[in-house]
């Protein structure tokens, strides 16, 4: 569960940082605004590991062998990505002038595309994948109020140190898996 808990705040600290943004950049934000933006995180948050999960396991029969590199090399790479972005002074996600429904859809999808990849990395892995795309789910949606909130308040300061210790901690949730196969405990 530990595991699923820091999966899912790492795979949010995209929508935290959107967040973080529009609270800052959209006029007169507030509670319903950060509401509806944690609404759109969370529920594509936790629908994209689903697809992904579901797209895994059917070919699952096929990959078992190498099972574990597919989770660690997908979550290594996801991890890596934005250690890099982080380090590289990578660019900003696009704060939103205004939440119109749209908008948040193409950022909902924009910030969830991660969640997808690590839902088929965890067809390989023991997972109840229920479990785990709500918490996904509720972690993103709690994550992207407070940030709104937050950015309403505090400015920027946030995004790039979150993402940097997200990647991080992806890229070692891969090594463990890895090495928990590669040494059979």
Request: charged share 10%; no cysteine.
């Amino acid at each position: 569960m530990l595991e699923i808990l820091l999966i899912a705040v790492s795979l949010a600290l995209d929508a935290f940082a959107v967040s973080v943004s529009s609270g800052i950049s959209v006029p007169g934000f507030g509670w319903k605004q950060a509401l509806k933006m944690g609404l759109y995180f969370g529920v594509f948050q936790a629908a994209m590991p689903l697809i992904g999960w579901f797209l895994g396991s059917s070919l699952s029969t096929y990959i078992v062998a190498v099972d574990h590199w597919i989770a660690f090399t997908l979550l290594a790479l996801i991890g890596g990505r934005m250690v890099w972005g982080t380090l590289r002074g990578g660019e900003e996600e696009e704060a939103p002038t205004d939440l119109s429904a749209g908008r948040l859809v193409m950022l909902a999808v924009a910030t969830s595309i991660d969640a997808l990849a690590v839902g088929v990395s965890m067809a390989f892995m023991d997972v109840q994948i229920g479990v785990a795309a709500t918490v996904i789910g509720l972690v993103a949606f709690a994550l992207s109020v407070v940030g709104g909130l937050a950015g309403r308040k505090l400015g920027g300061l946030f995004q790039q140190k979150a993402e940097l210790v997200g990647g991080l901690v992806l890229i070692g949730i891969g090594i463990k898996i890895l090495v928990e196969h590669l040494t059979g405990g």
